[in-house]
Every structure is written in C-alpha cells, then in structure tokens.
C-alpha cells in the first residue's frame, strides 16, 4: 500500500476523523436528522431536559464538520507542495463511489426490500446526485487545486494576508452573527469554503511555518476549538432563554461557517504531525478511510436497516442513549473496516489494475501522437 511507509501521526489523525464521522451520523439519525422525527425511536435533542446526557449528543452531532474537516487540512496541507493533479485518482474515486453503490443496491434488491424508482437512480449517479456529498465536494476541488496553487504562488504577501482575514471575517464573525437579521445574504458551498480556507492554511504555511510547528501553539489551538464548542452548547441550553443571540437550540452552531470546528481541525493536525512513529496497521486503518466514510454511510443502509439498532436502543436503553449510540458507533466502524479491507483486496484490486491498463494506454497513444506530429 502507498501509505505504508508514511509516518503514522497524521495516519492516526485519519483513523480519528473517520471515527468521528461514523460517530455524527450514528447519532444524527437518531437525535437531531429531521428525515426521521416522526419515527418511534427518534429522541429529539431539544426535548432533553438539560444534563450531560444532552451536552453529549449535541456533541456527537458536532462530530462529523470536525471530522471532515480534519481531512480537508491533511489533504490541504498536501496539496500545496504539488503542482498537478492526477487524473487516476479521480478515476479510482469514482469507481469506488459507483461500485459500492451499486452492490449496495443490488443486495437490497435481491433482499426484496421497498425503495423508490428516485433512489434506484441516486444509487446508479451516486456523484451526480451528490449521494455522498463530501466526496464530490472534494473531486470538484480537486480539480482546481493546481490553479489556486498557482495564484498562490504569485500573489503577493500583504495581498495574501488581507484576503483571507476578509474571508474569515465573512464567513466566522459576519454569517453567524448577522446573517438572520440582515438583508444581505452570503451563499456558500463546500468546495467554496475550501478554496477560502485553502488560502488560509497556504498562508500560514508559507509565511509562517516555524510558529505553527511548535507542540504548545497546537495545543494552545486545540483547546480553544474544544472548549469554545463545549461552551457554546452549555451556553444555548442554559442560557439561551435570556439572550437571542445565543438562542436554546444547541444545534445552531453545529454550521460549516463555525471557527471552532476549524479551530479543532488545524490544531489537532498540527498536534499529530509532530508525533513521529511508524505502524503499519494504523497506516493500513487509515487507507481505508475512505471506503469505511463510503460503506458506512449508504442511503439505503441508513433506511432500512439502521433502524433497527435505534428501536432497540430506544425500547430497552432509553435512558443511556449517547452510551449506546457510542458502542452503535463504534461497532459499524469496526465492522466497516473488515468490509473495507475485503473490499480493497478483491473488487478494488481488479478494478485498480484495470484502470491502470487504461491509463497507461491512453499515455502511449498520447505519445504516439505527439511523436508523429
């Protein structure tokens, strides 16, 4: 595997963000999606009286942005030392995306379960339709990262500085604060948040790669995104009700424009990267990150079979929900883990090689052009 002669710091930092992300959606359907508030089992945030119990899910919800953030800043901080995509790697991603899809599919089919004609076409486009967003949010911006490269290689410091403290003050301090009362409306996307904090970390990096190298500013970082996150929860709950600003509902802050949420990502990735070990199965765990973000979080999982787990927490362990949403958590990382690998080394092997094949072909009838011309 590629990654196996990486250094496992940041590979342990993978490991962690993929847990979180199993973590946020285990406990979203269950606690804070409204695709299932009507359902027997589904336990409204909200209507927790205000205890631990209720600061923990809210929490777990907050999971999946932190996580998913983590990986944008690894990958970020790895991008800006290249100068061009590759165009295989897309190719792999997409055939990875489509396959597990389409078994997915073809499993509940021959399981004679119900599923609309509108999902059976999601499964079959999963990219098109956005089935998981994150990865086509990624594939777009990884298009264009060889361009933002480029520009950031020729714009000037100050220039530099002063664009990405405009866009932090816009997205972090302008849209939570003012967006609900103002006329004016900042629209977003993920690949446009990335691109800005793409800005962001290349400034950092570029201009300031001593300071942020040091254990104690990464902690430092850490800890204000970890604390400030388990404030503002504590705060809406308890304090909400005398301030509208704040709000009662915990959930608001749980929103893509968070500092906090960045905050936790960059610091913790600062933190990791300066662990230097090697371990070969914590580098393997974390080369299947993505088919575990893939495997665990099908629609079609999510809705038909899921929610079984939920009743029986709801019905027998209704008291001790974050508990067992976290074992629920843990056990589908586990179990998607062993799919994942079995996965890799039959269906994705096969599918690799022959992706390959058609790679290198087109590269020697590109050549073949070029030299007749």
Request: proline fraction near 2%; hydrophobic fraction near 50%.
């Amino acid at each position: 595997m590629k990654n196996a002669n990486r250094e496992s710091g940041i590979e342990l930092l993978k490991v962690v963000a993929i847990f979180l992300i199993v973590l946020c959606h285990i406990s979203s359907c269950m606690s804070a999606s409204t695709e299932f508030s009507t359902a027997e089992w589904y336990r409204d945030i909200n209507l927790f009286p205000n205890s631990i119990e209720k600061i923990l899910l809210t929490f777990f919800n907050y999971c999946g942005f932190i996580g998913n953030n983590i990986f944008f800043v690894c990958s970020a901080w790895f991008l800006l030392e290249k100068k061009q995509n590759r165009k295989s790697k897309i190719l792999k991603l997409e055939v990875d995306v489509w396959t597990i899809s389409m078994v997915y599919l073809a499993i509940f089919f021959f399981s004679n379960v119900r599923f609309s004609g509108s999902m059976v076409i999601r499964s079959m486009f999963p990219t098109t339709f956005s089935f998981n967003w994150f990865v086509t949010a990624y594939m777009l911006f990884y298009f264009i990262y060889p361009g933002l490269n480029l520009i950031i290689e020729k714009i000037p410091r100050i220039s530099l500085k002063y664009g990405c403290l405009f866009f932090v003050f816009l997205i972090c301090l302008w849209t939570p604060f003012f967006q609900e009362w103002s006329d004016f409306k900042f629209f977003f996307s993920y690949p446009l948040m990335w691109v800005l904090v793409y800005f962001c970390i290349a400034y950092l990096k570029k201009y300031h790669c001593e300071t942020i190298k040091s254990r104690r500013f990464s902690i430092v970082v850490l800890c204000i995104g970890i604390v400030g996150l388990l404030a503002e929860i504590t705060a809406s709950y308890y304090l909400g009700s005398t301030t509208f600003l704040i709000g009662t509902n915990g959930m608001r802050w749980n929103m893509w424009w968070n500092p906090l949420h960045w905050f936790i990502a960059f610091g913790s990735f600062n933190l990791f990267r300066t662990f230097h070990f090697h371990s070969r199965f914590i580098n393997r765990i974390s080369s299947l990150s993505l088919l575990v973000y893939l495997i665990h979080e099908n629609f079609l999982v999510r809705d038909h079979w899921r929610p079984f787990i939920y009743i029986f927490i709801h019905r027998y362990h209704g008291d001790q929900v974050s508990l067992w949403l976290l074992v629920f958590a843990l056990l589908t990382f586990i179990v998607s883990i062993v799919i994942a690998f079995l996965y890799q080394i039959t269906i994705q092997k096969f599918a690799y090689r022959m992706i390959d094949k058609l790679c290198n072909g087109l590269k020697r009838l590109q050549l073949r052009k070029c030299s007749k011309a």
